[in-house]
């Protein structure tokens, strides 16, 4: 690949930038950025994918730009699509709006255009490079990489913990252990996800809304997931259903009564393998991946989060650290000594470390998924 050069990086960055804020509302595509420059440096165009995934990036910025993009530059966070879906190809428009160069920040991995987008522009003649491994790129598109690689969304979860190593009450559940600046922090990563999930117990203790309450975001409406064991169905019917899928098992019922009565009263479920009574939480993301899911927040508690963990299925860890005490009678964060230790052991390492108010932020990531 050929390096990008100083300014070609910085429009390349600025794609990304302009397209980030409104991840989480694109539906099943890919959140893209596209810039329209001119050869002497003025930005003549600029489109992120609208909300729901169309229209795309590239048209936007083109339309703007006008007849001014002919023999300007193309910067796009992903390679322009080859495919015809609800709307032509971005890469015809591209061609036909007389570009002189496009510079990609990341390859489309679907395999409908799987660099045939980048290799039709050339054979028109259009000069196109390829960034290696752009950050802000990759970042952008995590979630969609991760279901078309994967076939499962990107998984982010996120844990409160007090100074004493504690997320909540036994008899109360969740109680208040961050500052403002965090609980802002916490709304922000709702609003860029397209789902938020919690486990049964958590649900069933807390009936957290898991909604977005920012001020200009109230419509951000991430799907709300609850992972329910066996034992939690006959809960189902106390449970808020409006905007929510149950991730259950499909086992036979050992000691829960009337459980086919208390799920077919909830219109969106889905069934998962059994383990143990419990669903299985792989299958469960596989299903979330067939339906556009590309990102999840995971809000429960130590349980959920262990068995995410056990399962390999956590890809980034953000540990909210307060310095107030529970006290004895707190549910610890998890069932090992140090979830920071366990976090090393399983192959995550600390990204980013800094303080929201008075509570400290610290970012892991699953080197392993690299």
């Not at 990609?104 to 028109?124: N, Y």
């Not at 279901?147 to 208040?176: C, E, H, Y």
């Amino acid at each position: 690949m050929i390096p990008l050069s100083g300014d070609d990086l910085r429009w390349l960055d600025a794609a990304a930038r302009i397209a980030l804020p409104y991840r989480g509302t694109t539906g099943e595509n890919p959140t893209v950025g596209a810039i329209i420059v001119s050869p002497d440096g003025v930005m003549l165009g600029r489109g992120v994918t609208a909300p729901g995934g169309r229209p795309h990036a590239e048209p936007q910025a083109l339309a703007m730009a006008g007849e001014k993009a002919r023999g300007a530059t193309l910067y796009v966070t992903l390679e322009p699509c080859n495919h015809y879906g609800r709307t032509p190809p971005c890469v015809d428009a591209v061609i036909a709006s007389g570009v002189g160069r496009v510079v990609v920040g990341a390859t489309d991995p679907d395999p409908r255009t799987a660099g045939e987008g980048i290799q039709r522009l050339r054979a028109a003649g259009i000069p196109v490079t390829v960034a290696d491994r752009h950050a802000p790129s990759q970042e952008l598109h995590e979630g969609f990489f991760s279901r078309i690689q994967r076939g499962r969304p990107f998984v982010t979860a996120k844990l409160a913990v007090s100074a004493d190593g504690m997320i909540g009450l036994a008899d109360k559940g969740n109680v208040p252990i961050t500052g403002a600046a965090a609980r802002r922090w916490t709304h922000m990563q709702r609003a860029l996800s397209n789902a938020v999930m919690v486990g049964g117990h958590t649900a069933i203790l807390d009936h957290p809304r898991l909604n977005v309450r920012l001020p200009g975001l109230e419509d951000r409406k991430p799907l709300r997931v609850i992972v329910l064991a066996r034992e939690q169905m006959n809960h189902i019917a106390n449970l808020d259903t409006q905007g929510t899928v149950f991730i259950i098992e499909n086992g036979e019922p050992e000691s829960v009564s009337h459980r086919h009565e208390a799920v077919e009263s909830v219109s969106d479920i889905i069934e998962s393998p059994s383990d143990d009574g419990r669903p299985n939480l792989l299958a469960g993301l596989e299903k979330l991946g067939q339906r556009g899911i590309s990102t999840v927040l995971v809000e429960g508690g130590a349980r959920l989060n262990d068995a995410l963990l056990d399962a390999g299925l956590i890809d980034r860890f953000h540990l909210l650290e307060s310095k107030i005490e529970i006290g004895p009678h707190g549910v610890p964060a998890t069932v090992h000594p140090s979830l920071p230790h366990r976090l090393t052991q399983l192959g995550f390492a600390p990204v980013d470390n800094r303080m929201l108010g008075c509570d400290r932020l610290t970012t892991f990531e699953n080197k392993q998924d690299q």
